[in-house]
């Protein structure tokens, strides 16, 4: 890893950070919770502006009590905490503030990949993937921004080998291919105008269809159908 390239882009993508979290519509506060301090320190170095981050804490009871002090925009936090853990967490606090967005990110990909998803969180990182040059991190935090879901590089390659990013049955069976192949990529946290260049379409054809499966599928937003799809994917890996 090259620490000099890592060192001298540090501070443009925390400037970049602060502004996408401000101009997102978002509750500009951050709770985080981590089991390692150290890692609670990586994090917070992601944000240029301290009074973003409200609370920092190493248990779940902790980040509970942090939630529901500050009724933060955004939550980010370890799968393990020093007691308790970051899947229960994740539920626990959108029971406390509905609009909360969250990222999860992983130390053990294989077996907590299907709990990542049972949470619905927005966004799902292996801990290996902060401190990649191309800064998923940092793509994870835009997708939240911007209201798409993003799977991880680690978690993808995992995914993929159980064919985790396929359609859920139910959907597949009332949308036409066209369609399907629109919803993967939102499944797979792509921007409107990453699908219209895969699939080579306008990206006015591209929010066209993403009405039309919306109302196919009779939820309102992109975020309400990508949390449909995680569900059923969990519904068919439990069965």
């Known amino acids: 890893m090259d620490l000099l390239f890592l060192r001298d882009s ?10 996408w979290f401000l101009s997102s519509g978002i509750k500009p506060t951050i709770t985080i919770a981590f089991r390692s301090k150290l890692s609670l320190i990586g994090i917070m170095s992601q944000f240029k502006r301290p009074n973003i981050l409200k609370s920092a804490c190493t248990t779940e009871l902790e980040s509970l009590e942090a939630v529901e002090k500050h009724q933060p ?18 539920v626990k606090a959108k029971e406390l503030v509905p609009t909360l967005r969250t990222c999860i990110v992983l130390s053990s ?31 994870a935090f835009l997708s939240i921004c911007t209201d798409h879901f993003y799977l ?24 036409t291919s066209r369609e399907q192949s629109v919803l993967n990529g939102i499944i ?13 379409l306008s990206y006015h054809t591209v929010n066209s ?30 069965g």
């Open 152 to 175: 991880g590089p680690t978690a993808k390659r995992v995914a993929k080998t159980f064919d985790k990013l396929t359609i859920p049955k139910r959907l597949e069976d009332i949308l």
């Open 73 to 90: 925009g955004l939550l980010i936090c370890s799968d393990q905490l020093e007691e308790g853990d970051g899947f229960s967490l994740i």
């Open 209 to 238: 269809y993403i009405k039309i499966i919306r109302r196919k599928a009779g939820v309102k937003s992109k975020t309400e159908l990508v949390g449909l799809a995680m569900k059923q994917l969990v519904s068919r890996f439990n």
């Open 109 to 139: 990909i294989d077996s907590n990949l299907k709990l990542a998803l049972q949470t619905k969180a927005n966004a799902i990182v292996h801990e290996l993937d902060i401190g990649e040059q191309n800064f998923p991190f940092r793509q």
């Open 10 to 19: 540090a501070e443009p993508r925390r400037r970049e950070a602060a502004s």
């Open 188 to 200: 797979e946290g792509k921007t409107n105008e990453q699908i219209s260049i895969e699939l080579e």
